[in-house]
């Protein structure tokens, strides 16, 4: 079948098979052939025109859509291009690096590259390690740092560790023991058992006034003699130990005696350092722990009332906690921090022919003239204190 001149016109309008199916176009060519050789009846003539409105309705139809496909397929060329650029853009980016590492590890040795991969894997772990490390230091850091914030506390505020009955009476009351007599009863305190050195054995040491020890004795031939020291346990019960003079001193009113047995005694007294003796002033807060009349230790509160009270040319601490016959030779603590600063020595009367205790004035022998004394008898260690005394301006027996 051959085509006539219109199909050509046609075929060039619409372009090559691109736009139109076959069987679209095979219909206009029918349409244009009736129309060439129909007769020219008016009915027919209408007919004709309808057919040649349909066929430009077709041709329009088809031009539309060519127009479409050639924008889409401008868009998508549009977007290839686009994307070809950033493709290359990539590639060339990639080529570079590549280029970089090759010459990094130009003529390298692959075990040299497997042994520096292995030195940083090293590293790592060992950061990762130290950085553990790190993590368990800081925790415990921030366990003691709350320990001694916890310490500072207790030290700072007396109300925080006085809520705490059986840490109060481990420090303050159970140190203190009851000395007796035949005919006189007295205190003393305990002071830190310390093991000896490569053995399994303990030594622990008694102060108390010596005025206590000497009633007790009765006589100076006696003076070898054990005292017996009974001491209290916080459920109630005690026990005697006894225990022996070692060294004393009767203007100072202060004795030291050693417990026989090499046992450990858990209840201590620590005592307050030098620097904090020199340090205390009126208004300190105290406690003065002893056995009144004979009974359990009793703890009383109170203040330095002084720290330069003067008695037949001894210095004393006086104090205004409550204290009574019997609490001689007992223990005056710091309320802050529950260390031993003193010994109780007397106590005022007032009238002659009958007596009155004034309990708010009892007299204390400070521990920093006992310190220098026991360096001076060559005692030192009762308390580990240092060999050289460091308060040069005083006396042990009196302070001018």
């Given at each position: 079948?051959?085509?006539?001149?219109?199909?050509?016109?046609?075929?060039?309008?619409?372009?090559?098979?691109?736009?139109?199916?076959?069987?679209?176009?095979?219909?206009?060519?029918?349409?244009?052939?009736?129309?060439?050789?129909?007769?020219?009846?008016?009915?027919?003539?209408?007919?004709?025109?309808?057919?040649?409105?349909?066929?430009?309705?077709?041709?329009?139809?088809?031009?539309?859509?060519?127009?479409?496909?050639?924008?889409?397929?401008?868009?998508?060329?549009?977007?290839?291009?686009?994307?070809?650029?950033?493709?290359?853009?990539?590639?060339?980016?990639?080529?570079?690096?590549?280029?970089?590492?090759?010459?990094?590890?130009?003529?390298?040795?692959?075990?040299?590259?497997?042994?520096?991969?292995?030195?940083?894997?090293?590293?790592?772990?060992?950061?990762?390690?130290?950085?553990?490390?790190?993590?368990?230091?800081?925790?415990?850091?921030?366990?003691?740092?709350?320990?001694?914030?916890?310490?500072?506390?207790?030290?700072?505020?007396?109300?925080?560790?006085?809520?705490?009955?059986?840490?109060?009476?481990?420090?303050?009351?159970?140190?203190?023991?009851?000395?007796?007599?035949?005919?006189?009863?007295?205190?003393?305190?305990?002071?830190?058992?310390?093991?000896?050195?490569?053995?399994?054995?303990?030594?622990?040491?008694?102060?108390?006034?010596?005025?206590?020890?000497?009633?007790?004795?009765?006589?100076?031939?006696?003076?070898?003699?054990?005292?017996?020291?009974?001491?209290?346990?916080?459920?109630?019960?005690?026990?005697?130990?006894?225990?022996?003079?070692?060294?004393?001193?009767?203007?100072?009113?202060?004795?030291?005696?050693?417990?026989?047995?090499?046992?450990?005694?858990?209840?201590?007294?620590?005592?307050?350092?030098?620097?904090?003796?020199?340090?205390?002033?009126?208004?300190?807060?105290?406690?003065?722990?002893?056995?009144?009349?004979?009974?359990?230790?009793?703890?009383?509160a109170g203040e330095i009332a002084a720290t330069q009270h003067k008695v037949d040319g001894c210095t004393y601490w006086m104090i205004s906690a409550p204290t009574y016959i019997g609490n001689s030779g007992g223990g005056i603590f710091d309320a802050r921090s529950h260390e031993l600063m003193g010994i109780f020595s007397k106590i005022?009367?007032?009238?002659?022919?009958?007596?009155?205790?004034?309990?708010?004035?009892?007299?204390?022998?400070?521990?920093?003239?006992?310190?220098?004394?026991?360096?001076?008898?060559?005692?030192?260690?009762?308390?580990?204190?240092?060999?050289?005394?460091?308060?040069?301006?005083?006396?042990?027996?009196?302070?001018?």
């Amino acid at each position: 079948m051959h085509s006539s001149p219109r199909t050509i016109w046609l075929a060039a309008v619409l372009g090559t098979g691109a736009w139109l199916t076959w069987d679209r176009f095979q219909v206009v060519e029918r349409r244009l052939v009736e129309v060439q050789s129909a007769s020219a009846t008016k009915a027919e003539m209408a007919r004709l025109a309808e057919g040649y409105v349909q066929i430009a309705e077709m041709l329009a139809g088809a031009r539309n859509e060519k127009q479409c496909e050639q924008a889409m397929l401008e868009h998508r060329l549009t977007s290839l291009e686009g994307s070809q650029r950033f493709t290359d853009s990539e590639l060339s980016a990639q080529e570079q690096r590549l280029q970089s590492w090759a010459a990094v590890w130009e003529g390298k040795d692959p075990k040299d590259i497997e042994t520096r991969i292995e030195a940083v894997q090293a590293s790592v772990d060992q950061r990762k390690r130290d950085l553990e490390q790190l993590t368990r230091d800081a925790a415990r850091l921030a366990s003691e740092e709350r320990s001694r914030l916890e310490a500072l506390d207790r030290r700072i505020d007396p109300l925080v560790i006085g809520r705490d009955p059986q840490r109060l009476w481990e420090a303050c009351v159970g140190p203190v023991v009851q000395l007796a007599g035949d005919a006189t009863v007295g205190s003393g305190v305990l002071l830190e058992s310390r093991q000896k050195p490569g053995s399994e054995e303990y030594e622990t040491y008694l102060l108390t006034a010596w005025h206590v020890v000497r009633d007790i004795y009765g006589s100076v031939d006696r003076i070898n003699s054990p005292v017996q020291a009974r001491i209290y346990h916080e459920d109630g019960t005690t026990e005697i130990e006894p225990a022996r003079m070692i060294a004393y001193d009767a203007p100072l009113d202060i004795a030291v005696l050693k417990m026989e047995s090499t046992r450990l005694f858990p209840n201590g007294a620590r005592l307050a350092s030098r620097e904090r003796l020199q340090q205390a002033k009126i208004f300190d807060a105290i406690y003065a722990v002893g056995c009144p009349l004979g009974n359990d230790p009793i703890p009383t509160a109170g203040e330095i009332a002084a720290t330069q009270h003067k008695v037949d040319g001894c210095t004393y601490w006086m104090i205004s906690a409550p204290t009574y016959i019997g609490n001689s030779g007992g223990g005056i603590f710091d309320a802050r921090s529950h260390e031993l600063m003193g010994i109780f020595s007397k106590i005022y009367t007032h009238g002659s022919a009958r007596s009155t205790i004034v309990p708010h004035m009892g007299l204390a022998t400070p521990l920093d003239l006992v310190y220098v004394w026991l360096d001076q008898v060559g005692q030192g260690q009762v308390a580990q204190i240092d060999t050289q005394p460091q308060l040069t301006n005083a006396s042990a027996q009196r302070s001018e």
